[in-house]
């Protein structure tokens, strides 16, 4: 009998996602006694300055890192829970867990706590309740939890406000979208504001109120990678790699799965693409979007990875995990230059 394939022995293994989390925890902790000076970015920083003040407020220095850990362990949990729920892998697997595990665990910057890292939370949440609007009758209270947590997750980073334009679109091509549920997902949206409002107005602090759509407004420099810093690019690179080869299976073997399934892979194929749109329209935001375009990615990664078997799949495996650790050396590598 023929021993199984390293890429079918890693995605059906029981032991793998204990061992990934072993190994990334091992990482997380190597790396802040390596750095343990690593700071989030000035420029993310200063355009996230309601953020900044309810990071250093709530979480401090020293507890950074683990807050942000938790915050990823949460998520990759409801990416098990997600693929439970609506079978978009065929089987329970939990290796778009393990994937996105490794991806944050290779770039040591997105180890601190973001922005972007408690908006993920909120944006995969909220996609649990759009999957769950798909084709129904009476969809306006899940339309109305799926973008109150847009609307919550956009406090803190106002450009998730963005993705309801998505979100209003993929709601029409899941049948879910009517003049009732479309009042419903705006008024989702409104509600994070009406209390934030009740807060600013009774305690006289309106500018507080003010600051996400201020921030909303603030557009950088469109197509200036050049601002992107090497972590950045090479993250985004090897990401492009794998969306490009996972969406041309998704789209080649779709036949195979059945039609919601096809409906919520395309979607996660569409948010992927509009990610990678959004972080090059506006590098600026590219360290708040990562973990997002991590979490569609993943997905889609867990998807090819578990459903092919063939020898060039395998290839592509061994591939792609030397391309990850070699992306790790080289971001220890940069960090290393600097200090």
Known sequence: MRSKKLQNQVTTGRLTLPVVILICTLCWVSTYFLFPDLITSATQESLSSFWQSARDLLFPGWAERIVSFLVYAV???FLIELNNQFGIIRMRASMQTAIYFLLVTACPEMHLLYAGDIAALAFLISIYFLFRSYQQSH??????????????????FPQLTILSVLWLLESYRF?????????????????????LFGHAFFYNEMELFYRPFNQLLTFGEVFNLQILQPWELAILGYLLV????????????????????????????????????????????CSALLPLLIISSSILI??????TNSKSSNVFFIISLVGLILLFAFNIWTLLQIQ
């Not at 299976?249 to 693409?273: M, P, S």
């Open 175 to 195: 049948q879910s979208l009517t003049p009732r549920s479309f009042c419903g997902a705006l008024l989702g949206w409104m509600l994070p504001y009406w209390m």
């Open 139 to 156: 969809s306006s209270g899940h339309l109305f939890y799926s973008f109150f947590f847009i609307g919550a997750g956009s406090i803190l």
């Open 75 to 77: 998520i990759g949990y």
């Open 302 to 307: 867990g998807h090819f990875f578990v459903l």
């Open 242 to 285: 794998m969306f490009i080869v996972s969406a041309v299976h998704c789209v080649a073997a779709g036949f195979e799965d059945k039609i919601r399934t096809r409906a919520y892979l395309q979607f996660l194929i569409d948010l992927t693409f509009f990610l990678f749109l959004l972080i090059a329209l506006q590098p600026i935001y």
